[in-house]
């Protein structure tokens, strides 16, 4: 450990009052939290100290520039008691490359890492053991420099949170995929989980659920033809036996749950293809019947399977499979996630 | 006045502090500032109070999903030492256009108009009287309500502060007309003051400036064919004696300095058009002389002369004119602004 951690302890711990049989997603928050500042040039040594409300000037150009990053992460706990991180180094790594787009200042990777163990070993009885719950973790930076010039702050904060959460969305994901809105520019930041990512999705959203949705697939900004990803997840489609997800690119968040089932699913045999997915398709297949599966993927998420698509005033439903990819490759993910089974592929961390 | 608004003073000024005749822009705060919250689905009366720091939970969804907007307006003082806004209502207008946008809730006018006068009347001995300076006034809202699940927040604040400030640029400025990164998408958020449209320029700006350009000028992230907007400012392009700009869209900030230079221009009887630039025609435009000036033009930038352009690794100078359009504007818009002229047009607004 970098011997400049220092830990400020909460005197009196709020876990009593958590309902760990009902928790809902990102709520409530632990007992500490971890918190970095970025001034003269520098990243200062992180604190672990008490959850706690923050002191800004309103003049920070948080809230006027938007300049500010996040990542999102979960600690697992196995049936031991043990408590496990999901490829933790990924979420590092986009940390920075989000920080680089976005002008604020990369942060060394023992803060990283050594603050988040450090984090979870003082809270880790905030991590639930309940089926299908974890610890959601919340690291994030943002300017908290002052000044209404539009340009990058000097001054940065860097703060990881945590808040025991269930499911993410409570049953099966009824989508719209979009013809008007999109989340991302050609040469922008849809790449880097920035903040300002996400705000500009809520009003579509909103008008997808006031007309029954749960949730928009986003379409690329220009033509709307092409299948990009869902508010926090990418997206994959099954025609018959093949397992298709778009390529990554600057409009896309490259995901690590993504990335991970992609893994899963050659290792399982099940034929995958990284490309380019029409709309005009994906219709096309569900009319035959070709289209077997949908599913979202996000640490969030997890694997969330889509019962029905709208497009174009059509709801499109799909069917119900027995033997579906999206149960499989959950299990699989998760197995590995809780430690249930053996680790072939290297990613879990114990924390 | 609504009788529900209430004023707490400072109990001290910071005022002597302040060197009126070395401004910069944008950052040093008046006495007071205008604060509203919205909590239980609605906008709580406006307060005004000290300017003093926000309190924040960390999980206060503007440090995680950019939920802000923000407006930027003036406060110009005549010989007489009266205040003069410059059509406010366009900003209130502005304001809620981007707060539905955003997935925020909406303000009542007489908030925002009510609030701001009775802010600057009590801080009206920070309205500097020095030529070339004003104050700036930073209307903002943002998502104070909590939470990790990616929707929109159930509080928010709405404050105004206010800034004595100087030019926005010293002097002319050399652009680099940009060819692959963009700052806004087709359908998405660009046309609305959100935070994030501001984070995303930062990056890209930060490599012009490196390689000798004071500000990215903007062109469509599908072709990148054609110019849109500078960082805060809308783009005036002049061939032989034509004034052009393009036309605003869900892309672009709908000005209100670009409207009223082509409101005063048409009224010069200045040849104006509406309508799309080729960074092509441009460039030819250069090369034949027929491209006589192209100035920025905004709220805190004024009129802001370009004095060269990049372009593919070219850069490109622009003549200097001795009855130059830019100048002929910026004295009649700020001889309006600054009650020096009459206004025939109905946009001086006392405080
Ligand atoms: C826009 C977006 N796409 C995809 C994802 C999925 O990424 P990951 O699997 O790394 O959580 C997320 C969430 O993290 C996201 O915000
Ligand atoms: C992106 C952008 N374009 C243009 C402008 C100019 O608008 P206005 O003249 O209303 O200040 C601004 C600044 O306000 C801006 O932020």
Chains 1, 2 share one sequence.
Request: with cysteine; aromatic share 12%; charged share 25%.
């Amino acid at each position: 450990m970098t011997n400049t951690l220092v830990v400020e302890k909460a005197k009196t711990s709020k876990i009593q009052d958590v309902d760990f049989d009902n928790l809902s997603f990102g709520s409530v928050y632990s007992d500490h939290m971890l918190v970095c500042d970025y001034r003269n040039g520098k990243w200062e040594a992180p604190k672990v100290v008490p959850y706690q409300p923050l002191s800004l000037d309103p003049s920070a150009k948080i809230f006027h520039y938007g300049q500010s990053i996040f990542e999102g992460m979960k600690a697992y706990k196995d049936e031991a008691g043990d408590a496990w991180l999901f490829r933790p180094l990924e979420n590092f790594k986009r940390l920075n490359k989000s920080a680089k787009r976005l002008a604020i200042p990369e942060l060394p990777e023992e803060y990283f890492m050594e603050g988040l163990t450090t984090l979870l070993q003082l809270d880790k009885d905030w991590i639930p053991q309940n089926p299908g719950s974890s610890l959601y973790i919340r690291p994030f930076m943002f300017a908290s420099g002052t000044g209404f010039h539009a340009s990058p702050a000097d001054e940065y904060k860097f703060i990881i949170c945590t808040a025991p959460s269930g499911a993410y969305f409570s049953g099966k994901v009824k989508v719209l995929i979009e013809e008007n809105y999109s989340r991302a520019a050609n040469g922008g930041v849809g790449y880097a989980k920035a903040g300002g990512n996400y705000a500009g999705q809520f009003y579509p959203t909103q008008l997808a659920i006031e007309k029954g949705y749960n949730q928009v697939i986003w379409t690329d900004d220009n033509s709307h033809e092409y299948i990009e990803e869902a508010g926090a997840m990418n997206v994959f489609v099954r025609i018959n036996d093949t397992l298709i997800t778009g390529p990554t690119s600057d409009r896309i968040l490259d995901g690590i749950t993504r990335k991970s089932i992609l893994d899963i699913a050659n290792e399982e045999g099940i034929a995958t293809e990284v490309r380019k997915i029409s709309v005009h398709e994906v219709v096309e297949a569900a009319k035959t019947g070709e289209l077997k599966e949908m599913f979202g993927a996000g640490t969030a998420a997890v694997i969330s399977p889509i019962s029905a698509f709208g497009y174009k005033d059509t709801d499109y439903d799909l069917p119900e499979l027995q033997n579906s990819y999206a149960s499989l490759l959950k299990k699989r993910i998760t197995d590995i996630q809780y430690n249930r089974v053996a680790d072939t592929f290297g990613w879990r961390y114990k924390v």
